[in-house]
């Protein structure tokens, strides 16, 4: 696969847009990817509340298996960017953020930090990639 640096945005569940790759299935020939999992979306016309590029947060990604990104080893900063676009209530969905088997966020509910259709965004520092390959679960 062709190497494609080490500042990477993905439109997770969504197209090439605004600087950001689309997403795509991971396979031993591609740089990053999620394994299995189903893409959701919301109509264009819909606002995202405090977002500044509401397109970004209209696409999802529900029910991944894990989430591959090809990186030299080294130290990252990982920043996330959420918006509960679908499900209405807190606790209605919940997930924990596992990089390279480590427990990073456990038990992460986007309702509750932020309204639904509002970006939520998190940074996650000082993240070590042994392997080549940071794993998201």
Do not use: C
Request: glycine fraction near 8%; charged fraction near 20%; charge should be negative.
């Amino acid at each position: 696969p062709e190497d494609i640096g080490d500042t990477i945005k993905i439109n997770t569940g969504g197209e090439i847009i605004s600087g950001y790759y689309g997403d795509q299935i991971w396979g031993s020939d591609k740089e990053y990817g999620f394994i299995a999992g189903n893409f959701q979306t919301i109509n264009n016309n819909v606002a995202i509340h405090n977002a500044d590029n509401d397109v970004i947060y209209r696409s999802s990604l529900n029910r991944l298996a894990s989430y591959k990104v090809r990186l030299k080893p080294g130290l990252y900063t990982i920043k996330m960017l959420f918006s509960e676009n679908h499900y209405s209530s807190p606790s209605d969905r919940v997930f924990d953020i596992v990089i390279e088997g480590d427990l990073i966020v456990n038990d992460l509910d986007v309702l509750s930090h932020a309204p639904i259709k509002t970006a939520y965004d998190i940074t996650l520092n000082n993240n070590h990639v042994h392997t080549q390959q940071l794993s998201k679960v």
